[in-house]
DNA sequence: GTATATTATATCCAAAAGGATAAAAAAATG
DNA sequence: CATTTTTTTATCCTTTTGGATATAATATAC
């Protein structure tokens, strides 16, 4: 099933004029990870004619969201450039409108996906998946399918474990803290006192189900929320 | 001795006969991202010529590698179901001698790297490689030289970082502590008492160069140690 | 065997993290 | 404006970390 895939011309979306009504599919390709994108793209060009636009950031995919040009499907890589987490996914998500947004992940937790699929994903890609089902499951997608790998991903949380997402300030805190930060020096770095930063981690640590700041950092991480 | 099951449906490899001096290569390519695998496998192929053949795991890799097959270049990507950071990665080399080994990933450290090409690696390949440049960068290794990209990865530690491989012991240790365990906790687990897993702490944090145990998760999921 | 590392343990101690409660300060809301 | 909510701060406290030093118990090497 494989044979070529030239990687690196696409053609070009927007103004296709004269097609039927299932006119040709544009889709928007997010995922820094070049080598599997342009793989991607030239199986999308080469066996379903789909175009496909390719965005190596959270920035670039925002920009080809509003450049005019109308995306069927987005497909979006969790750990890019600028994504911090179920924020950056709901961002996209709602640039998109009303093209429909499928995650594409290594290794992405479950609960994420499970909150993303609750607001408006379509569902992940694990990068785990042979090339054939990939456009099974693209096309169930653009069929107005949701799309869950039953396996494949790491386990998460199974228990009681929303993912929620953590405001910037948060994020920066936490990010802090996987940096070997103590929370004085947090405070101190934006200019806030030891126990406010104390109340913000005890905070993250309710919201992210985590033991402590270790388990926090670990979550964080695995989240791609840092 | 299996005879050489590949992946896909690429060219097997092994005996091969009638080909010149510069026989076609056999690469090994071990990757859990199918998707990016089968991509690069079905390139190989079919521009170059040469055989590939795929693994999922850390344990398929050492089985093809000791298979009876004579691989030329061994694809080994960083994070991958029973990769264990530097361990794992010399585990490979010496298995793999003496074909050429060369890492795959999608955001490697630089000390990381440095330190496998110091114990035999021939170079990284970034995921962020552009697809046709990665055929110029495998025929580059193959002809014996050693690729680092210049750029495009993430920053690590720019000061003083050697990056030691840690045991075992501590390995599961830092596993442990980055789910939350308290060193208590991991004492009854496997049998120490406290102050053992605490001095084991240290000498993980300093090996890291982290600056304490939320640091030294960071560094060890980054480095996917743990 | 003895000598030399490595690993484990015991006691100290100071600093940091984690937790609780109450009260200001600031922001958002009506 | 007043009111409600969120954020920040203060003051307690207990547990956990991180660190130092010394001593036993294993290994490892010679």
């Not at 042979?130 to 386990?155: C, D, H, M, R, T």
């Amino acid at each position: 099933m494989n044979t070529p895939r030239d990687a690196s011309e696409q053609n070009s979306p927007s103004s296709d004029p004269g097609m039927g009504a299932t006119a040709r599919k544009n889709i928007l390709l997010a995922d820094d990870h070049v080598l599997l994108a342009e793989a991607i793209a030239s199986a999308m060009v080469r066996t379903q004619g789909y175009a496909t636009v390719l965005a190596a950031t959270l920035e670039q995919t925002l920009q080809e969201l509003a450049s005019g040009v109308k995306f069927d499907l987005v497909m979006l890589d969790l750990k890019m450039p600028g994504m911090m987490g179920l924020r950056s996914i709901k961002e996209v998500i709602a640039a998109a409108a009303p093209a429909k947004v499928v995650l594409i992940s290594g290794n992405a937790d479950r609960s994420l996906v499970q909150i993303a699929v609750e607001n408006g994903a379509r569902g992940l890609i694990p990068k785990t998946l042979p090339f054939e089902s990939l456009i099974s499951v693209v096309n169930l997608v653009l069929s107005g399918q949701v799309f869950i790998p039953a396996e494949g991903w790491s386990e998460g949380a199974g228990t009681s474990d929303q993912s929620a997402d953590l405001s910037d300030k948060e994020i920066g805190i936490l990010r802090m803290a996987s940096e070997g930060l103590t929370n004085k020096e947090i405070a101190l770095a934006i200019g806030k006192t030891e126990v406010a930063i104390k109340m913000h981690m005890r905070s993250i640590c309710r919201q992210l189900a985590a033991r402590n700041r270790a388990h926090a950092v670990t979550i964080g991480l695995e989240r791609s929320l840092i």
